[in-house]
């Protein structure tokens, strides 16, 4: 019977998990399926078929453990997915720049290694407006993003040199249609879509996560969102099991957000066949080697 290892985390309190919608469908396919944390290095690796990475929600903490975590799950019998090569190559948010250089549509983005108060400012300039948001290149969750203006950055100063002086980042204009309309997310299983929904922040925030109070809709894409996500996929140095494709709207066109390739949550609660489509593009995975 083969046997799946769901990569999560020791606390998941405050978090909203699905994968366990996943287990059911497995068990009806004979296939076995637990859940291991990634911290537990007691764990034999090889006694699994495949390990795929879900719930680790909190490896941007401990970047240099979690890829060696994954190293070792790698060099294992078990099958890793998505691909380490792939998850090594996403990690970080400059593979934004290898996707804009394939004709791409990113939201405009400039990168900064070392935090500059002088060069923030600038950007209100260069982007022509009047909100900025700085986050760190390696992030999840949103979390250390913050939402820079002219009148609040005297305030925020001491919080964002903190949090960036040493510490590689990037820097992007406020997308106003983030709270005028929301973020979208569509997602592929083995390069096959699924389902989409709309994320629509709570009132007074702009993060459109769940925990941060965030609103989910199940929606259906329109061709233009379905040929830019594709478009993304197909700028991947290799194939994916999961990939969720995160669009926005900038002047009426739609621009990737991010390309979520490592454990992004894929709300299988909001649609009711999305958990078979995703086992089901995992037993094609198996049968092609």
């Keep these: 019977m083969p046997s799946i290892a769901f990569l999560s985390t020791d606390h998941l309190e405050g978090f909203f998990v699905y994968d366990e919608l996943l287990v059911t469908p497995f068990n009806q396919e004979g296939w076995e399926v637990e859940t291991v944390s990634w911290h537990n290095k007691e764990v034999d690796w090889n006694a699994f078929d495949y390990v ?5 929600w909190d490896y941007q903490q401990y970047p240099a453990e979690f890829q060696a975590c994954l190293e070792v799950i790698a060099s294992s019998t078990a099958t890793l997915l998505n691909p380490l090569n792939l998850m090594k190559w996403n990690i970080e948010k400059t593979y ?25 400012e600038a950007q209100f300039s260069h982007f022509d407006t009047s909100t900025l948001v700085i986050k760190p290149i390696l992030s999840a969750n949103a979390d250390d993003t913050f939402k820079v203006t002219r009148e609040n950055l005297p305030s925020l100063l001491p919080t964002l040199v903190t949090c960036f002086s040493h510490r590689k980042h990037m820097i992007q204009p406020f997308a106003q249609s983030i709270v005028d309309e929301g973020e979208y997310s569509l997602f592929f299983f083995n390069h096959k879509y699924s389902h989409g929904i709309l994320k629509t922040p709570a009132s007074g925030d702009f ?19 379905l040929r ?13 099991l999961y990939a969720r494709v995160d669009l926005v709207r900038i002047n009426n066109l739609w621009a990737i957000m991010e390309l ?30």
């Design 207 to 225: 993060r459109v996560q769940e925990e941060h109070g965030g609103q989910l809709t199940l929606i259906s894409p329109t061709e233009d969102m």
């Design 228 to 240: 830019v996500a594709i478009q993304s996929l197909q700028a991947m140095p290799t194939k994916a």
């Design 52 to 56: 795929i990475v879900r719930s680790t």
């Design 96 to 120: 934004l720049k290898d996707m804009q250089k394939q004709g791409v549509d990113i939201v405009p983005t400039v990168w900064a290694d070392t935090f500059s108060v002088e060069f923030l």
């Design 260 to 289: 979520e390739l490592i454990e992004p949550s894929l709300y299988f609660n909001l649609d009711k066949a999305s958990p078979e489509r995703f086992v089901q593009a995992m037993l094609a995975w198996h049968s092609q080697g």
